[in-house]
């Protein structure tokens, strides 16, 4: 990586009362000292160095603020006032010399004070370059990298508890406890091939299941089981709304999430793609999905949008079965049955309104489903209930709920299933007298596993596909 000085704007685009531009890298306070005139009630002090290492100690001091104006070195002329923040090395966020400009916040302005520090020197920064910098500096470890991006990204409270109890090291020391164990492990290991004869008292062979079950296996399991009951809670539940034509599932899909993001209308067929919206619901971030008709049809335009919603339902983690209150079960309803009988599914009995009395449709008895609920999506009824009974269904046994709770994403989930089963085998083959030597590569492949969570051991490709997912500034 190539560790020249960086600069980018690390607020969001638009106009504001603040805006933020980061430069980090060796020549950081040189470049912005060429642009900056620092104000003075006696007298305006035009600055060539700052910090005591570039021969002036009163200004740029670390973790010092100065004020004063961002000018054009080519004619003097002011472009805004000025704050500017200096984090010198090692204490800043990359652990290089981090300056920040805080300027008024605008396009405009914005623009002309970052294209003056690239014309001093500096050079555009790259998607998450700061962040990534942190990493290879030694600052953070991959994990608290990535939970960066799910700061910024965060959509409810309970997924900010989620990323913070990361970007504190959460993840890093349940990993270190079971990477300390392995590595120990290996060391008797290896003395056991250099002292052959002593294998028995080296390693306690009678010892090795109850230990590893203790100090890996249930670690490793606690974590895999945190990604399978709460994955929801970081990535967001993925609910599919699924029915025949015309039983009002766009009508659902609006009272959901609460406008008229769907286009609604009593043709059959409004909907020939699918459309996407993310709703917060009791704090669990639910990605709900509206979707064409199932039935069976001739149009070349339908068929595709019917397609998607296969394609869609696969990885869908809730089905949000609507059925019409006013007709009996058709073909068509046991046709999308058959099809999503391996889903967690929700039975949306709706237009309730247009129902006399107790006159609902019957429910088959082979409709085995983990809820259902009576709505009219015309009078907005029965969505609350919806609502509770979608949150319901995935929070029940589970303990989710605390701030310390650890949710690896699906790379961490991988990687510790990669590491569980070589640890299977290693002591499979303990337990059948292998050699040590074949040991140790499982061991040592288990612990690669781990590394690559933590970052100690991963790849150039696997480093940028995270950190490309950045915003630039971050």
Known sequence: MNFDTIAAIATPAGNGGIGIIRISGDSSVSIVSSIFRRYSPEKNIQNSHSAKKYGHTDIFKSHKINYGHIT???????????LILT??????YTKEDVVEIHSHAGYIVLNLILNLLIKKGARLAEPGEFTKRAFLNGRIDLTQAESVIDIVNARTEQELKIATSHISGGMKDVINDV??????????????????DDVEEIINIDNITSDFQCYVFDKINMLVKHYNDG???????????LGRPNVGKSSLMNCLIGNDRVIVSSLPGTTRDLVSETVNINDVSVNLCDTAGLHDSCDPVETIGIKKVYDHLISADLVIFVVDATCPFTDEDYMIFRKIQDKKVILVINKSDLIQGNQFVSIPDNFKVDGCVTTSAFLNAGIDSLRKLIVKIFLNGTNVGLPSYLIPNMRHKTALVNAKENLLLAVNN?????????????????????????????GDDILDQIFNSFCIGK
């Open 231 to 241: 994955h929801f809670f970081r990535d967001g539940l993925k609910a599919i709304i």
């Open 179 to 196: 990477r300390g164990f392995l590595v120990n492990f290996l060391s008797l290991i290896d003395a056991s091939i250099d002292f052959s």
């Open 72 to 82: 054009d070195p080519v004619d003097q002329s002011i472009i805004d006032e000025v």
């Open 430 to 458: 303990i337990k059948n007298s292998c050699p040590p030597e074949i040991i140790a590569l499982d061991v040592t492949s288990a612990i690669y596993a781990l590394d690559s969570i933590t970052g100690q051991n991963v």
């Open 87 to 92: 984090m010198l090395a090692p204490r800043s």
